[in-house]
């Protein structure tokens, strides 16, 4: 047996389930921990400038690339406190997330030691396991259950609290022949699949519903050759958005209050049976459950057994890992295809797509200043099938996802349960460590960026090039247009005339420099108020990326208000802008009204 420090344990099996990066922040209690990071040698550190941004540094990690698991690190009290966001919003949008913490001495632990938290007690309902180790001899089991539970059934973060003590004392412990847990997943039977396909073949006009449960099983290519075999639309949820291209013949759009289009909710509420997989019903998915659910039936699967029936009992619903339904399904779908039991679809898909090809928002406005609505179409067309888009929360990213197109799983990385302000800075950074070589584009509003802005110098010291469009309203613009509900726009502007910023200029009222902030933390930036020059100010961020490897902020200066489609039902979202009447209004749509 080999005598190690517990933490120098700790440190190989991370290295073992195959932690090649971590995001964190040291301190003295958590030192022991970097100490073993030394010695190792092997596993890369990423030092965050605030520990919630670490935090969800190391969900933006997870998210970017099956299999990966982000770890973030920090030492006891606040900064463990400080990740607790970051738990909550990897928790909510089921990803896993590791977050390891230090602690004052066991034996100092309920004498009010300084910085000594019961961040165990705190973490629990946001993690799948929250655990204050205090016997030495049981941090290896601490952290191999850790990586058990992650990946196991619906993925989720954990937190590992390591007393000073205990990183620090010796046990015996063999990394040679270390082995991860095996994964538990539940798999959907043959008989439960064909159930489910007698179900949706019964229907007229049926639609698959595809959550993030299909990107965490990494089987957005089974969801496609399912609903190819089956001739079958897809309508993906906000998580599910990559499952399949926005421009597959079988994309119907999306539905829902927000992230949404006109075409996605009404062929939703078209249709006549939904098979939902590795989705959760969302309230801002389905609006109200008896516009959502009349006329329909459903069936739901999901990983985790608790979740069928949470929302609303389904008519029939099967346990199990997205990916391995989809397998089954695929396999009872070729059989039925070949023995030509597959009823003909083709009327009810034509029908989707010409709702797609019709029912367009117009993007197309040359006012200054800028509508939002324009960027988007700007975006369109600099960014190619493989970017990467990132963002949380805010009038900016529920236009993005009613506008912009996403073609691969992954491409579209947001909170979406959670939505903590913040977290598209810090998130973005991580899947940027992640993927280096991609085309990497944050999305904020000026109030999210604000949130977390100092991790921008994160991406200046480590390398961590991606554009950031931050779409600037001097408002918090999501939360001003709700406020139409009580009449009001109270404490939700942001504008205020900079001292710093000659009156001259257009965004003296507007308040903060962002320009300034970025190249302060070591970033480019560039302004833009004139629509004509967004296509311009992008192509430049693409070459500057490429040129200095940090990343770019193109400050976008908005009309100040200027309210995005929503609603509370999806059978009444409200436009506030006139529809496309002809192409020339919506000249990015996905399908064009020409065609
Ligand atoms: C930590 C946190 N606090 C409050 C909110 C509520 N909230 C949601 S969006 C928003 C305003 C966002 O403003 P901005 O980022 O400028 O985006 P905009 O809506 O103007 O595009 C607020 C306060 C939140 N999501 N997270
Ligand atoms: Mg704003």
Known sequence: MTRMRAIDAAVAILDKEGVTTLFGLPG?????????????????????????????MAEGYTRAKAGNIGVCVGTSGPAGTDMITGLYSASADSIPILCITGQAPVARLHKEDFQAVDIAAIAKPLTKMAMTVLEPAQVPGAFQQAFHLMRSGRPGPVLIDLPFDVQMTEIDFDPDTYEP???YKPRATRAQAAKALDMLQAADRPLIVAGGGIINADASDLLVELAELLNVPVIPTLMGWGTIPDDHPLM????GLQTSQQYGNATMLAADHVLGIGNRWANRHTG?????????????VDIEPTQIGRVFPPDYSIVSDAGAALTELVALARERRDSGELPDRSEWVAACQERKRTMHRRTHFDNIPIKPQRVYEEMN?????????????GLSQIAAAQFLHVYQPRNWINAGQAGPLGWTVPATLGVCAADPDATVVALTGDYDFQFMMEELAVGAQFNLPYIHVLVNNAYLGLIRQSQRGFDMDYCVQLAFDNINTPSTEQIAGYGVDHVKLAEALGCKALRVQDPAEILPALETAKKLIVEHRVPVLVEIV??????????????????????????????????????
């Open 28 to 56: 003295a209690a958590i030192n022991p921990f970097y100490s073993a990071l030394r010695d190792h040698g092997g596993i890369k550190h990423i030092l965050a400038r605030h520990v919630e941004g670490a935090s969800h």
């Open 181 to 183: 847990l095996p994964v």
């Open 252 to 255: 119907a759009g999306m539905a």
């Open 288 to 300: 109200g459950l008896s516009v959502y659910r009349e006329g329909r039936t459903f069936v739901h």
């Open 381 to 393: 067309k600099a960014f190619g099938r493989d970017t990467r888009y990132v963002s949380t929360i």
């Open 558 to 595: 908005l009309e100040r208000v200027t309210n995005i489609s929503m609603g509370t039902e999806i059978d009444n979202v409200v436009e506030f802008e006139e529809l496309a009447l002809s192409a020339q209004d919506a000249p990015t749509a996905v399908i064009s009204m020409l065609d």
